[in-house]
């Protein structure tokens, strides 16, 4: 099941961080039951990265064009992308033009053998500030805006395919590889 707003002005963020989401904003939450019997093969810690995973390839899956836009994971649950009015002569270095667009963040609780998970999502496709938004990645590039409904169901598409997958497989080298292909720290793991 998936509950889906159009604004948001009690969302929770990550301990007592507060998320704010104006009209603009795709805001969802999943609710998945995770059987307490995958725990040893799919723990429940990972969804959260599932949810990141998803939210990226659903933008760079939503259509021809699309998957070249910078969107990235930020670890643990966040959502950066490369701002494309970011003043490249101040930055010292391309990741640093990065700036937040979303996040996700995973509550659960225990009942009846099952994990019971809700999955929030929170991206910015519409306002251009405080940061940047999916919509002006777009328009950089000559692409017609995102349509929520539409990427709603790209990242739950996604969501849905790599879920079925950690289910099978647990985390497994072909997931730890997507992950880490759409990994903002990327370049600190390979040049430090």
């Known amino acids: 099941m998936t509950a889906v707003a159009t604004t948001q002005i009690a969302g929770r963020g990550r301990g007592s961080n507060v998320w704010i989401a104006p009209p603009g904003t795709l805001i969802f939450s999943t609710v998945i039951k995770h059987p307490i019997s995958l725990t040893q093969s799919s723990p429940v810690v990972f969804v959260q990265y599932l949810a990141a995973l998803a939210t990226v390839l ?10 070249a836009l910078p969107v990235k994971i930020k670890w643990p649950n966040d959502v950066y992308a490369l701002d494309p009015a970011a003043d490249t002569k101040v930055h010292s270095s391309e990741r640093t033009k990065y700036v937040k667009i979303g996040g996700i963040l995973v509550n659960s609780s225990y009942s009846g053998g099952d994990y019971n998970l809700v999955a929030g999502v929170g991206v910015n496709v519409a306002n251009v500030s405080p ?19 539409k990427l709603l169901a790209s ?28 990994w903002l720290h990327k370049y600190d793991l390979y040049n430090h």
């Open 155 to 182: 990242i739950l598409t996604c969501f849905e395919r790599i879920y079925n997958e950690f289910c099978r497989e647990g985390w497994s080298k072909n997931l730890e590889s997507q992950y880490y292909k759409e």
């Open 58 to 67: 659903g933008v760079k899956g939503y259509e021809p064009g699309y998957a």
């Open 131 to 149: 940061t940047t938004s999916l919509n002006a990645m777009a328009k950089a590039q000559g692409l017609p805006p995102f349509q929520m409904e």
